[in-house]
């Protein structure tokens, strides 16, 4: 065989150990650890549409698990609810400790940590950002309650507000709270 012809399968090769080593990542079951043992009964926990003020809320299906991951992460589900036009994607990410999830809420570069009367430490942000080269609005609430990570975003000319966000979140951490 010639040199060429055996690098480009040993190339081959190592994509696709790659690959294999992602997806097992990206959608890897929750470990039996302590703290993610909840992680099925979490899916639950994503209010009606209707409940909340939407239209629609699409299925909760797991959610990829992308960089970067955080120490302590089990598994994460994701949904998008709809009001009119305006839409806001929603996940949910399961850390073994309440600790280990407060890394992942000082991850993005949203405003100051406010304490919401029920313990959640929520952060918001607003800005614009480029989508497919047209100017948006973006709108993103993340909080931690116990050790459930729940970030929204919504992108849009018009997007959700972050109160309308927040109830979301609310509504989330009250059926974590009835997990427990």
């Known amino acids: ?3 060429r012809l055996l690098y480009g399968m040993a190339a081959a090769s190592g994509a696709l150990a790659t690959l294999a080593a992602t997806a097992a990542l990206a959608f890897a079951m929750p470990s039996g650890a302590p703290g993610c043992a909840k992680f ?3 899916k639950g ?3 009606k549409a209707s409940t909340i003020g939407f239209t629609a809320r699409q299925p909760v299906s797991r959610g990829s698990i992308r960089a970067p991951v955080w120490p302590g992460t089990c598994a994460k589900w994701f949904t998008r609810y709809r009001r009119g036009s305006a839409g806001v994607e929603v996940s949910l990410t399961l850390y073994r400790t309440h600790k280990q999830a407060l890394v992942a809420l000082a991850e ?3 405003g100051p940590v406010e304490r919401l009367s029920n313990g ?3 952060r918001k942000n607003r800005s614009a950002t480029s989508v497919n080269g047209v100017m948006k609005q973006s709108v993103g609430v993340a909080s931690v309650y116990r050790n459930v990570f729940v970030s929204s975003v919504s992108i849009s ?3 959700l507000s972050p109160s309308a966000q927040m109830r979301l979140h609310r509504h989330i951490d009250a059926g974590v709270r009835v997990l427990d």
């Open 1 to 3: 065989m010639n040199r």
């Open 40 to 42: 099925h009964a979490l």
């Open 45 to 47: 926990v994503f209010p």
């Open 108 to 110: 993005p570069a949203y």
């Open 120 to 122: 959640a430490l929520v």
């Open 157 to 159: 000319d018009k997007p």
